[in-house]
């Protein structure tokens, strides 16, 4: 949508020095739009005296008479919305071509209100988004004027409404594009402005706005990182050198999960280097950390040896940093991320997909698959194109969340989240096997801790077709109750930033510092089908509790950056069957027939994402 070409030569009134113009206001103390003008009365700035212009009155008088009168010929031939709108679209350009008019600000408030009135006249028109949509760029351009966060706040709020109330219009998409720009240009808080630029992306998948938000994205997501590493940097000169606590790895013959342990926040680098067999090196990636120590009492050799990686091992490159190495056998792809409190490093190696069709190698077929982890099942030839995409569902992970030392949310009498969810995913996945037919495996059966890279890991390596992870909820407010399901993306609002927070273990603050990594992510992550399988886990859920429970409450879909789905190679979501922290829903949480209509619901759900996938790509 280019419809801002109204300001005459493209949109240079944009461009406008916001110090250069110095704004008269008729009521520089109420600067709300509520405030009644006082039309005629001009406030001059030399003198300050008040100037009662008849004249002007009467002019307003004439005009207004004169486009009453217009406006009741026109009528009989226009729509009503359509008239008023074209009213206010005069008015609009007559002060956007007149650079003395900008200067006042009670200009600014007759074209605003010209357009109110055409939104609270016809607000199912076609013109009232238009109204909506063009009063709050004047309050923007408004603003570039007044200074005041007034104007700005009230231009965000009607951004808003547009996208809100008419989701379906062409001017949802650019309306989402202006919140993301008053975030970015006027706000200066980038992290709101990349989720904004970040919910168009989502919502508005095939709007024309779509590639100049990615574009944004882009640009948003490295000077967010830049921030960071100088806010690493300043961390590190105050606190010295941190230290590699440990290097972890869980691995099978098509993937590993390698985890660098440390005790704060580090900035790094990553580069693969081909093999030299000068030096008998084979293909090896290493990490650089920067201002870092190799502590000397973890082993810093990790032989590795299945058929992907030879061997990790971490060493002091330079007395201020390290480097961590991983020795390859046979890579298809990496993927490096971090997660923080306390932070580490992931990087998963899976083989290429030549590889894996050529079948095991000589390594693989020396090696006894690692306890508990089978191996890879080459013979799935694939039949459509849901198969393919490698969308069909075969093996499902449940992973009951928390457990051993993390107890999770607490409620009445000693309850405690770690033991519902695992009693929970007991009852789900024997449910699963039965009504659905697939595989299931659990990332815990007993009350131990797992950490939450570890459970991704397990999926990854059972090569699970789903992941779903249980949960229960809370709430300082007691009376806070309901069902919702999230999937893996930058939270929209700010409880779910909350629920994140609470389930990674870490601070708000280090959920928006996810941003950035998470960009890169995504683009391996199959969120549109973490989506689809959220709603309808969520809606099989709701239904089947409903019909045994009054008063369920549907807090619905929602999206956050939950640390147990990242890097899940599969459609994965996070459910939250009910809050421990509501008297009511503790009781039900307790009980089995709660499980068990909780059990059929999640089938359900998952049993009716099965038959979409078929009618979504039917035909491949
Ligand atoms: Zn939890």
Redesign the pocket.
């Not at 949960?471 to 809370?474: D, F, I, K, L």
């Given at each position: 949508m280019r419809w801002w070409n109204w300001a005459g030569s493209g949109n240079t009134w944009w461009g406008i020095e916001k110090r250069a113009a110095s704004m008269k206001s008729t009521r520089p103390e109420t600067a709300g739009l509520k405030a009644v003008m006082v039309v005629g009365q001009v406030r001059t700035r030399r003198t300050g005296r008040r100037r009662c212009t008849v004249s002007s009155a009467l002019l307003v008088t004439a005009l207004f008479l004169f486009l009453y009168g217009a406006g009741s010929i026109q009528a009989a031939k226009t729509p009503g919305d359509v008239a008023l709108l074209e009213r206010a679209d005069r008015a609009r350009k007559a002060l956007l071509s007149s650079p003395a008019r900008m200067k006042y600000r009670h200009h600014w408030e007759r074209c605003i209100r010209l357009y109110d009135r055409v939104y609270k006249r016809y607000p199912q028109s076609d013109s009232a988004p238009w109204a909506l949509y063009r009063s709050a760029r004047l309050l923007t351009g408004l603003y570039r004027y007044s200074g005041s966060t007034k104007d700005l706040d009230e231009a965000l709020k009607r951004f808003k409404r547009v996208v809100e109330r008419y989701p379906q219009h062409r001017l949802a998409d650019d309306a989402q594009f202006r919140i993301g720009e008053i975030f970015y240009k006027e706000k200066n808080d980038l992290s709101s402005a990349y989720v904004e630029f970040l919910k168009l992306d989502i919502k508005f998948p095939s709007g024309d706005m779509r590639p100049r938000a990615q574009a944004m994205l882009d640009r948003l997501a490295s000077v967010i990182s830049r921030k960071e590493e100088a806010r690493l940097r300043k961390e590190a000169r105050r606190r010295g050198a941190v230290h590699v606590k440990d290097i972890r790895h869980w691995s099978t013959p098509n993937y590993t999960r390698v985890v660098v342990d440390l005790d704060a926040p580090v900035k790094y680098t990553s580069r693969l280097l081909k093999p030299d067999p000068r030096i008998k090196k084979p293909r090896r990636l290493y990490l650089d950390l920067r201002h870092a120590r190799v502590s000397k009492d973890i082993d810093s050799y990790i032989p590795i040896k299945d058929g992907l990686l030879k061997a990790a091992r971490a060493a002091q490159h330079s007395p201020d940093s390290v480097r961590v190495v991983l020795d390859m056998e046979s890579v298809g792809g990496y993927k490096i991320f971090h997660l923080y409190d306390p932070f580490r490093i992931v990087v998963d190696v899976r083989r290429s997909a030549e590889k894996r069709k050529a079948g095991p190698s000589r390594a693989e077929r020396k090696r006894k698959p690692r306890k508990g982890i089978r191996r890879a099942d080459t013979s799935r030839p694939p039949v459509s194109l849901a198969g393919q995409l490698g969308l069909s569902v075969k093996r499902i992970v449940i992973d009951p969340?928390?457990g051993g030392r993390d107890p999770?949310?607490r409620g009445p009498g000693g309850l405690l989240?770690?033991n519902i969810?695992l009693r929970l995913a007991k009852i789900v996945a024997a449910r699963i096997r039965k009504e659905v037919g697939c595989e299931v495996f659990l990332t815990r059966t007993r009350d131990v801790f797992v950490p939450l890279e570890r459970r991704t890991a397990i999926a990854n390596m059972k090569k699970a077709d789903l992941f779903i992870?249980l949960?229960?909820?809370?709430h300082r407010n007691r009376r806070i109750h309901g069902l919702e399901t999230y999937f893996l993306n930058m939270a929209t609002d700010k409880r779910a930033v909350l629920v994140a927070a609470?389930?990674n273990a870490t601070s708000e603050k280090n959920i928006s510092d996810l941003q950035a990594i998470l960009n890169d992510l995504m683009l391996n992550t199959k969120i549109h089908e973490s989506n689809r399988l959220a709603l309808k886990v969520h809606a099989g859920m709701v239904s089947q509790v409903k019909k045994k429970y009054k008063k369920v409450r549907d807090l619905g879909v929602k999206q956050a950056p939950f640390y147990v789905l990242i890097g899940a190679e599969m459609p994965a979501v996070?459910v939250?069957t009910g809050f421990l922290t509501n008297p009511v829903e503790a009781r039900r949480l307790t009980t089995k027939t709660y499980m068990a209509q909780m059990a059929a619901g999640i089938s359900r759900g998952i049993k009716s994402y099965i038959d979409s996938i078929d009618q979504v790509y039917r035909g491949g």
């Open positions: 969340g928390h999770g949310c989240e770690k969810v992870s949960h229960v909820n809370a609470r389930e996070l939250e």
